[in-house]
C-alpha cells in the first residue's frame, strides 16, 4: 500500500508545530495530500455549572476558540509554506473525541500527538489519540510531545509477538520500511509466541526478506510488566526513530482501556509510535 492520503489532528496544544512538522515532512516524502483537521469544543462547559452560568460563559469560550482557531491556522499555514506542501484545513467541534477516528477512516494514514498530562486541554482531547489508534482502523502514528527526531523512519524497530495486530502494523508500515536504512524486528519472550512453524521473528524477517527488507532480529525475556520499558529501552539503544507496533486494548462505553504495554507507550514514548489494531 502506498501513502497518498495523510490526515494530521490539529489542536491548541503547544506540542501541535512539532507534529504539524511530522506531518508536512510525511507528506513531502510520500508525495501524499495533506489534510488537517482542527478540533476544538466550543462550549465546552462542565455540566454542573451549564444550567447556571452556561449562558455567559458559552459567548465568551466561542470568541476565545475563534481566536485561537486563527492562531493556530496562521501558524499551520506558514508550516505548510516553508515545507512546499499543499493542505487542506477541515475544522470541527468535537464534544467527545470520536470524530477524528471518524475523518481517519478516509485516509491512508493519520497522525495524532501524545497527550501532555502537565498541559491544560478540553475534556474530549484527551482521548483523542488512543480513541484513534483503536477505533479509526486506520494506521496511527503517535507523535511524542518531547524528543520527536529530525526525521521518522530512518532507523525502524518493529515490536512483533506474531499477533493479528502486529502483522497488521508491519503491513501498514511498509511504506516506512521500504525506505527505511535499517530494520530491526524485537521479539521479547519468544518461547511465549513460539509455535510448530518456527521462532515468530525470524519469520517475520523472512517475510520482510522477499519484500527486499533486510531486518535485524533481537530476542529479549523480560517480565511481562517490563515489556512497555524494554521496548523503549531497546528503540534508544538502537538509536531508533519509529517504532512499530500492534495497539492491544478496546473502547467501553467511550472509556478507552488499553493493554499494558500499549499503555505503557503511550505514557512513556521518546520516538514516533506507528500503531494499528
Not at 91 to 103: A, K, L, P, Q, Y
Not at 170 to 179: E, G, K, Q, T
Not at 250 to 277: C, K
Request: hydrophobic share 45%.
Amino acid at each position: 500500500m502506498s501513502v497518498k492520503d495523510i490526515l494530521v489532528h490539529i489542536n491548541v496544544s503547544k506540542h501541535c508545530p512539532a507534529r504539524v512538522e511530522t506531518a508536512a515532512q510525511l507528506a513531502k516524502a510520500f508525495d501524499a495530500r495533506l489534510t488537517a483537521l482542527y478540533t476544538s469544543a466550543v462550549g465546552d462547559v462542565p455540566f454542573f455549572m451549564m444550567e447556571e452560568v452556561g449562558a455567559k460563559v458559552e459567548p465568551t469560550m466561542r470568541a476565545w476558540w475563534l481566536q485561537m482557531r486563527d492562531k493556530v491556522k496562521a501558524g499551520f499555514d506558514r508550516a505548510m509554506s516553508k515545507a512546499g506542501t499543499a493542505a487542506e484545513w477541515i475544522e470541527v467541534d468535537d464534544r467527545d473525541g470520536s470524530v477524528v477516528s471518524h475523518h481517519a477512516r478516509y485516509a491512508d494514514l493519520v497522525i495524532v500527538g501524545q497527550i501532555d498530562q502537565d498541559e491544560l486541554l478540553p475534556r474530549p482531547e484527551y482521548a483523542i489519540p488512543e480513541r484513534v489508534a483503536l477505533e479509526s482502523g486506520a494506521p496511527t502514528l503517535v507523535v511524542p510531545h518531547a524528543g520527536t527526531p529530525a526525521a521518522v523512519g530512518r532507523k525502524i524497530l518493529i515490536a512483533w509477538n506474531g499477533s493479528a495486530q502486529s502483522a497488521r502494523a508491519v503491513r501498514d508500515a511498509f511504506p516506512f520500511l521500504a525506505r527505511a536504512e535499517r530494520v530491526t524486528v524485537l521479539t521479547i519472550n519468544p518461547d511465549a509466541h513460539q509455535s510448530k512453524f518456527g521462532p515468530p521473528g525470524s519469520r517475520i524477517a523472512a517475510h520482510l526478506s522477499n519484500h527486499g527488507i533486510m531486518a535485524d532480529v533481537r530476542e529479549l525475556t523480560v517480565a511481562e510488566s517490563a515489556i512497555g520499558d524494554t521496548i523503549l529501552a531497546q528503540a534508544a539503544d538502537s538509536d531508533s526513530d519509529l517504532i512499530v507496533m500492534g495497539a492491544y486494548g478496546h473502547p467501553r462505553a467511550y472509556e478507552v482501556v488499553l493493554g499494558g504495554a500499549t499503555r505503557t507507550l503511550f505514557r512513556q514514548m521518546t520516538v514516533p509510535i506507528l500503531m494499528s489494531h
